[in-house]
Nanobody, 116 residues
Framework: QVQLVESGGGLVQAGGSLRLSCAAS????????MGWYRQVPGKQRELVAA???????NYAGSVKGRFTISRDNAKNTVYLQMNSLKPEDTAVYYC??????????WGQGTQVTVSS
């Protein structure tokens, strides 16, 4: 089993920045992909960004150029730097991890609210 603990959510004004962190523990040897998803009430959870152990990244089109995902393998931690935040970025952000894709294990979620 893998445990994921997120931190860094909160309230920010439009145009501001936030940095999310997610620390993994447990059976982390099987983890290759880590990433961030987000969900708003009434909508499906969507992928925001993902990163492999080697550093290959993938971003949702809506966040490209504004968000940056990074990973510290020594600390088993993944980060999401969010800049130029918009009200439509408001959501619960979930950390995820897995062997082939980020989706086998999930964090508890952290709320990000962007005010206009």
């Amino acid at each position: 089993q893998v445990q994921l603990v997120e931190s860094g959510g909160g309230l920010v004004q439009a145009g501001g920045s936030l940095r999310l962190s997610c620390a993994a523990s447990g059976s982390i040897g099987s983890i290759n992909a880590m990433g961030w998803y987000r969900q708003v009430p009434g909508k499906q959870r969507e992928l925001v960004a993902a990163i492999t152990r080697r550093g290959s990244t993938n971003y949702a089109g809506s966040v490209k150029g504004r968000f940056t995902i990074s990973r510290d393998n020594a600390k088993n931690t993944v980060y999401l730097q969010m800049n130029s935040l918009k009200p439509e970025d408001t959501a619960v952000y979930y950390c995820a991890a897995g062997r082939f894709s980020a989706g086998d294990y999930w964090g508890q979620g952290t709320q990000v609210t962007v005010s206009s």
